[in-house]
T-cell receptor, first 114, second 112 residues
Framework: DGGITQSPKYLFRKEGQNVTLSCEQNLNHDAMYWYRQDPGQGLRLIYYSQIVNDFQKGDIAEGYSVSREKKESFPLTVTSAQKNPTAFYLC?????????????FGDGTRLSIL | RKEVEQDPGPFNVPEGATVAFNCTYSNSASQSFFWYRQDCRKEPKLLMSVYSSGNEDGRFTAQLNRASQYISLLIRDSKLSDSATYLCVVTAGYSSASKIIFGSGTRLSIRP
C-alpha cells in the first residue's frame, strides 16, 4: 500500500539534545511538508520541500532543520535551540508542488521533553 | 484578521441531525479548498475537495462561495462516527507551499 510512514510514534528529548523524526513516502510525490500541532491548535508549517535537494522555511522554522536528499525521505531534526518542542509533529506529501492537490499525512510523532 | 477562520465549536448535535459549518478566508486569490477530518490524537485525513460548483459525497456536501469568501460543509443524517474535528484548508497561488493555510478546526460531537 502506498503511504507515508513516520517514526517513531513517540519520542522523548533530553535537555540540550537534538532528535530526528523520520518521514518516508512511497507515493512518488514531489512535495513534502512538516507541521507542528499543539493541543487544541491548528497546524503550523515548519518546513517544506518541493523537489529533491531543495527546501524552504515555513512559518515556525526556528530551532528545526531538514534535509531532502531523496525524493522519498524528508527527515526533521528538532535541535536544542527549540526551547518548547513538546508537540504533535505531522509529515505530509502532495503530488502537486503548488498546493492544488490535497496533502496526505503520516500518522504523526509525539515529542515530549524528559 | 486570520487568513482562514473557523468557528471552533464544539457543535453538539443529536444523531440523525443535519449540521453545517463554514470556513472563511481572507485572500480573494485563493484557488484550492479542502475539508479534512481529524480524530482525537490522530492525523488529519482528507474528507473532500471543494469544487466551484459544489460537490457531494454521500451524506457530505461541500460548497464554495467566492463572493463572500467562504466554504461550507454540510453533514446530513449525522452518525456517532462523525464526531471529530473538521479542518478547512485553503490554498492561494500555485508556487509556494507557504500559501497552504489550515484552519484551526471545528469540533463536532454527535450524541446518541
Amino acid at each position: 500500500d502506498g503511504g507515508i510512514t513516520q517514526s517513531p510514534k513517540y519520542l522523548f528529548r533530553k535537555e540540550g539534545q537534538n532528535v530526528t523524526l523520520s518521514c518516508e513516502q512511497n507515493l512518488n510525490h514531489d512535495a513534502m511538508y512538516w507541521y507542528r500541532q499543539d493541543p487544541g491548535q491548528g497546524l503550523r508549517l515548519i518546513y517544506y520541500s518541493q523537489i529533491v535537494n531543495d527546501f524552504q522555511k515555513g512559518d515556525i522554522a526556528e530551532g528545526y532543520s531538514v534535509s531532502r536528499e531523496k525524493k522519498e525521505s524528508f527527515p526533521l531534526t528538532v535541535t536544542s535551540a527549540q526551547k518548547n518542542p513538546t508537540a504533535f509533529y505531522l509529515c505530509a506529501s502532495s503530488q502537486d508542488r503548488g498546493g492544488s492537490q490535497p496533502q496526505h499525512f503520516g500518522d504523526g510523532t509525539r515529542l515530549s521533553i524528559l | 484578521r486570520k487568513e482562514v477562520e473557523q468557528d471552533p465549536g464544539p457543535f453538539n448535535v443529536p444523531e440523525g441531525a443535519t449540521v453545517a459549518f463554514n470556513c472563511t478566508y481572507s485572500n480573494s486569490a485563493s484557488q484550492s479548498f479542502f475539508w479534512y477530518r481529524q480524530d482525537c490524537r490522530k492525523e488529519p485525513k482528507l474528507l473532500m475537495s471543494v469544487y466551484s460548483s459544489g460537490n457531494e459525497d454521500g451524506r457530505f456536501t461541500a460548497q464554495l462561495n467566492r463572493a463572500s469568501q467562504y466554504i461550507s460543509l454540510l453533514i446530513r443524517d449525522s452518525k456517532l462516527s462523525d464526531s471529530a474535528t473538521y479542518l478547512c484548508v485553503v490554498t492561494a497561488g500555485y508556487s509556494s507551499a507557504s500559501k497552504i493555510i489550515f484552519g484551526s478546526g471545528t469540533r463536532l460531537s454527535i450524541r446518541p
